[in-house]
């Protein structure tokens, strides 16, 4: 058997959460006492792939406004409360004083998305690991856990090394940090052996499934429009004939169906067999009728596609919408018969969409489901089952819009954890 190492605090996982988390412990306590286990060769990859590798670390304005923008837990509001004591315990603006105290500069778009000046994610984890080792933190990579047991503190089982070579070993801790991240982007360590472990200690875990997913389109007839993109976009999710859900944003039109902030944040409440309703221009589908109607009645021997086209419509997406409609290239507007204005009308404003399925765990940027936020204490990120036990980041039933959220909320919830864990009892190494 292998001799058991025993450290103040073990955490699991060493991604944004797991190292921040280590990290504000060791300004606590000091770090020779703190092991990170890291399943991959190197931490954070997953990171690294954030903001298209640009790190949309957070978002601009006050701190209450991210609270509506996380889904998760059994009701709408769920997700919302359990983060307020960490969001407001460590704000953006927190996180962006305590990076510039690293040297770090940023740079706010329009949309309020924040980033690094010089829009690198590897300068985000060179910071991380450089402060990290600083605090003399340990982290062990190639370190996948197999096993956790309690008894008088935490067994944590281990498996070193490669994969056709592994070899065992055993560390204990008084407390644990379990921030393994969700399961999408599973090439980046991503495999959800939090959850796993998470049960073996007595904790239900919410099915995970894609979150900030693309959506794909039962017989998509836009393809040929692939790469167009709107802002300000409306859009409904329809479910046996009544509207679940509504919001406006920037959208996508791929290949296969439909993308882009508005969808991807959208997702978390749309599955196969919903219909969308998409309106692609800036006004009502009333208001857009009657200019349509005014533009032809001014007009009468114009065609009718260069009409659509002055309408906000680009002349591609114009002319395909004549074409659904039925409308010959040589149709004027004086020959135009009712019904197909009315599908005009639809199409540009209340286009359907029948979804056919949502992107994989493999493409979704974020994993939604995961432990049970019943079960862990909002104001300290501790296990209510397991004394002792910790969960920050993505591990948690939490999934946030684009935008930065997702990152806010790790590091939120990484360092709130780490402030309750420096309060447990220590043991001397």
């Known amino acids: 058997m292998p001799t058991i190492q025993t450290y103040t605090a073990i955490i699991i996982g060493a991604g944004p959460a797991g190292l921040f988390a280590a990290i504000r412990l060791a300004e606590t306590i000091g770090g020779e006492g703190i092991l990170i286990l890291e399943r991959r060769e190197k931490p954070a990859r997953k990171l690294l792939l954030s903001g298209s590798g640009q790190c949309n670390l957070t978002h601009a304005g006050e701190i209450a406004d991210f609270l509506g923008r996380y889904g998760g837990g059994p009701k709408a509001e769920s997700a919302a409360r359990f983060l307020k004591p960490a969001l407001y315990a460590f704000t953006n603006e927190e996180l962006l004083a305590w990076f510039h105290a690293k040297g770090m500069e940023f740079e706010t778009e329009d949309s309020g998305k924040i980033f690094p000046a010089d829009r690198r994610a590897t300068s985000v984890l060179k910071i991380l690991q450089d402060e990290a080792y600083r605090l003399g933190v340990r982290i062990a990579a190639n370190s996948r856990v197999s096993g956790i047991s309690v008894s008088e503190g935490f067994l944590v089982r281990v498996e070193t090394g490669t994969a056709a070579a592994p070899e065992p070993a055993e560390y204990s801790a008084p407390v644990v940090l379990i921030a393994t991240g969700g399961l999408s982007y599973?090439?980046?360590?991503?495999?959800?052996?939090?959850?796993?472990?998470?049960?073996?200690?007595?904790?239900?875990?919410?099915?995970?499934?894609?979150?900030?997913?693309?959506?794909?389109?039962?017989?998509?007839?836009?393809?040929?429009?692939?790469g167009l993109s709107f802002h300000d976009a409306g859009l409904s999710v329809l479910r046996e004939g009544k509207r679940v859900f509504s919001a406006e944003g920037d959208l996508l039109i791929t290949h296969e169906g439909l993308s882009g902030p508005l969808i991807l944040d959208a997702s978390r409440h749309i599955a196969p067999g919903d219909s969308l309703e998409v309106n692609f221009v800036d006004v009502a589908i009333e208001e857009f009728r009657n200019r349509l109607d005014a533009e032809l009645k001014t007009n009468p021997r114009r065609l009718v596609r260069t009409a659509l086209a002055d309408l906000g419509l680009t002349k591609n997406m114009a002319e395909l919408f004549c074409d659904l409609s039925g409308i010959t290239k040589e149709e004027t507007a004086a020959a135009l018969p009712r019904a197909k204005r009315e599908a005009l009308c639809r199409f540009a404003c209340a286009h359907p969409f029948y979804v056919a399925r949502l992107g994989t765990l493999e493409v979704a940027m974020v994993t939604a489901g995961g432990v049970d936020l019943a079960e862990v204490n909002?104001?300290?990120?501790?296990?209510?089952?397991?004394?002792?036990?910790?969960?920050?980041g993505e591990v948690l039933d939490i999934d946030g819009d684009t935008g930065g959220y997702n990152l806010q909320a790790a590091f939120s919830t990484g360092s709130l954890a780490a402030e309750a864990m420096a309060k447990r009892p220590r043991v001397d190494n």
């Open 186 to 226: 599973p090439k980046t360590g991503s495999t959800g052996d939090g959850y796993a472990l998470a049960a073996s200690l007595g904790h239900r875990v919410v099915p995970p499934r894609p979150a900030l997913a693309p959506v794909y389109v039962r017989n998509f007839a836009l393809n040929s429009l692939a």
């Open 378 to 392: 909002p104001g300290s990120m501790e296990s209510r089952l397991v004394p002792g036990l910790f969960f920050a």
